[in-house]
């Protein structure tokens, strides 16, 4: 991180706590003009938690019951994010009895106490915007019961916030934060009396992001699909609201939505959730089909890259897979190398998983989730595709970006007679040992199978050269590579047929059977599924097949495909236990 760097975001820091302060002691009007109706989506089990004063916030368990939740001891920047952002408040509301308003009531109070003279760490614009809407959002469910005092002090805060983020968005970086306080700014000024001058500054900025964020395909810098998510539930937000109001929405906006909306259903696994790509979580449950049944637009995704991601799909299988380079620059600060991974469901169980992001368990997680090992795919042994290089501080976190990424990913898909393939490769490996990893995957028209070949070779008479220093340095025992395919924590694998396969049953009844054409070794070994909203990462399987590379060409085949007495179609009863707890 350069000295420059430093001192800009020093710089930023201090010119928010002054414009804090500043509009903390403006005299605003109160009263609210017009409410949009409360439309984010809590979750009950975690406000009944909150409510027994058990706090879960990224990680960090504190248990207080008779406690406020300001008084929980957090370290971490996302648990101070999440507790000054408030989506909290949804899952108080999501439970909705006297006993959640009762502590929503004395929490929003206790915030306005501590932090609303312009103190403290949620004194950021997408905090604050985040934080606006949540209040705004649930303000009747709020105010109920409550005296004028207490209703007035709630409405200056609500207007204090306003000012300030009227005064320090524009500094916001492009990307999720930015589409968060422009929302909360929207929000904010067509409900609060006074404040509806913010409104088209506001919708402007958010109107150039849909066309300079939004790329072609519907997809972000990022490319991380639940960010992707969290963004079309704010652009249909700010245009609900404006539509509410009867002010013109900018044609842009509307025309992001439409691009977004097959993006996010290619992303979408045939279980419902997304797909777990770089630094992206399933999502909260049901938050994608809100989105998508609201956007009104009902367009399939066709066999074609979405935001660098290809779907196959057939009978009850999805398979989605990362076909196209990471991010980079800021916009990988939470990227993974991930190049040819691929994920598989079938029908409502996830089979075949990345690690996910291990950002809530701290910062050697996170770098591990972000590593080649951590995904189904080919990784050489101690490298990752793309690797980790310099970055800056955000949020108070050093966070790495990627570097060396590969810049060669060629992808073809074609239907067979047979079913549907895709081809796909890439170069990381080429400065590094000179090699090329290209991976070939069939799905049968039944989608009962997939067919796998991954091949790692040296193209060019450069690469061969690059890959006779890397076999030297490994005394000429061969390049040491792994092919891995992490499996959902809830699918039972034992290896099976004298070894010669593996046998992985699903709580659906189903059985599905991994085998490999023996030139590598296979193995059933430990891994972890990181997900956000738990305590630590679950106990998970992977299948590993390992190999050395001697020549300049090495080819390992696979297969994994339904038992036979597997009937096509099953009644999948029982109960889920996947936590959709990524929340923004």
């Excluded at 076999?471 to 010669?500: T, Y």
């Amino acid at each position: 991180m350069s000295k420059s760097q430093t001192w800009s975001a020093k710089g930023t820091e201090f010119m928010h706590r002054v414009h804090a302060r500043i509009a903390a002691r403006a005299k605003v009007p109160t009263g609210f003009s017009s409410q949009p109706e409360p439309r984010s989506i809590g979750i009950y089990a975690r406000g009944r938690q909150l409510i027994a004063g058990n706090f879960l916030f990224s990680g960090e368990l504190t248990e207080a019951p008779s406690g406020s939740i300001w008084e929980i001891n957090a370290t971490s920047a996302m648990a101070i994010d999440e507790l000054h952002g408030f989506a909290w408040l949804d899952d108080l509301a999501a439970v909705g009895d006297f006993k959640a308003r009762e502590r929503a009531q004395a929490w929003v109070s206790e915030w306005i106490d501590r932090y609303g003279s312009g103190k403290g760490p949620g004194w950021v614009p997408d905090l604050t915007g985040r934080r606006l809407i949540r209040w705004i959002n649930h303000a009747f469910f709020l105010m109920r019961g409550q005296d004028q005092v207490w209703t007035d002090r709630f409405y200056r805060s609500l207007a204090h916030q306003t000012l300030f983020l009227s005064r320090r968005g524009k500094t916001v970086k492009p990307g999720l934060a930015r589409f968060e306080a422009m929302t909360g700014m929207i929000y904010a000024g067509l409900s609060l009396q006074g404040m509806s001058r913010y409104v088209e500054p506001a919708v402007s900025i958010l109107a150039k992001d849909c066309v300079h964020q939004v790329d072609g395909q519907g997809g972000l810098p990022t490319r991380n699909p639940q960010e992707l998510l969290e963004v079309l539930t704010l652009l249909h937000w700010s245009v609900q609201a404006l539509g509410e109001a009867d002010r013109p929405i900018p044609h842009s906006i509307h025309a992001a939505i439409d691009r977004i909306v097959p993006t996010l259903r290619a992303l979408r696994h045939s279980d419902g959730g997304l797909a777990r790509f770089h630094g992206g979580g399933r999502g909260i449950e049901g938050r994608l089909e809100q989105a998508l049944a609201a956007s009104g637009n009902k367009q399939l995704p066709t066999e074609s890259l979405y935001m660098g991601y290809v779907r196959l799909s057939a009978g009850r299988t999805s398979v989605v897979v990362d076909a196209a380079a990471p991010p980079t620059g800021a916009a990988s600060f939470e990227g993974h190398a991930s190049t040819c991974a691929f994920e598989l469901t079938s029908g409502r169980r996830p089979v075949i998983v990345n690690c996910g992001n291990g950002r809530s368990f701290g910062e050697e997680w996170r770098r591990a989730g972000r590593a080649t090992a951590s995904h189904s795919t080919l990784a050489i042994d101690g490298y990752s595709s793309s690797r980790l290089g310099s970055g800056t501080r955000l949020g108070g976190l050093d966070r790495e970006w990627l570097t060396d990424v590969p810049d060669q990913v060629p992808v073809e898909w074609e239907n067979l007679a047979d079913g549907h393939r895709l081809q796909v490769a890439h170069n990381g490996y080429q400065r590094t040992h000179g090699l090329t990893h290209a991976r070939t995957l069939d799905l049968s028209l039944d989608g009962r199978g997939l067919v796998g070949e991954d091949f790692i070779g040296s193209i060019s008479d450069g690469d061969k050269k690059r890959f006779d220093r890397a076999l030297d340095a490994e005394k000429l025992q061969g390049v040491p590579f792994s092919i891995r395919f992490h499996l959902h924590p809830e699918v039972d694998a034992e290896i099976d047929l004298g070894g010669a396969a593996i046998s992985m049953a699903l709580k659906s009844g189903e059985i599905w059977v991994f085998r490999h054409d023996g030139t590598a070794e296979m193995r059933l070994e430990p891994s972890v599924y990181l997900e956000n909203g738990r305590l630590k990462p679950r106990a998970a399987s992977q299948v590993v097949l390992s190999g050395r590379a001697m020549s300049y060409a090495t080819r390992v085949r696979w297969s994994l495909a339904k038992a036979q007495e597997t009937p096509d179609a099953l009644r999948d009863l029982v109960g889920d236990t996947i936590a959709g707890s990524d929340s923004f």
